[in-house]
């Protein structure tokens, strides 16, 4: 069993930034994917940012030049730093590992961007 415990949600202005974090405990394997999504009221839960065990990343269009993944696999760590943001980044953000065909959620975060 894996659990995934984010933090650094919050209220920011537009064109603020915030930094997302999230720390995996249990059985995690070496080799895994980590990211984000997020999901707006009333809307779907949709990608935002994954990264390989090996640094490689991928980005949904509307973050990418804004958003950088990162991770630290010494401390089973992800973080999202997230810049310019704007009132369309408005949501829950969950953090994800997958691994050995299985996917694993945190309880998420909330970002609220204010103009």
């Known amino acids: 069993q894996v659990q995934l415990v984010e933090s650094g949600g919050g209220l920011v202005q537009a064109g603020g930034s915030l930094r997302l974090s999230c720390s995996a405990s249990?059985?995690?394997?070496?080799?895994?994917?980590m990211g984000w999504y997020r999901q707006a009221p009333g809307k779907q839960r949709d990608l935002v940012a994954t990264?390989?065990?090996?640094?490689?990343?991928n980005y949904a269009d509307s973050v990418r030049g804004r958003f950088t993944i990162s991770r630290d696999n010494a401390k089973n760590a992800v973080y999202l730093q997230m810049n310019s943001l704007e009132r369309e980044d408005t949501a829950d953000y969950y953090c994800?590992?997958?691994?050995?065909?299985?996917?694993?959620w945190g309880q998420g975060t909330q970002v609220t961007v204010s103009s």
């Open positions: 994800n590992l997958a691994q050995r065909g299985s996917m694993y």
């Open positions: 249990g059985s995690i394997f070496g080799m895994n994917l």
């Open positions: 990264i390989t065990s090996f640094g490689g990343t």
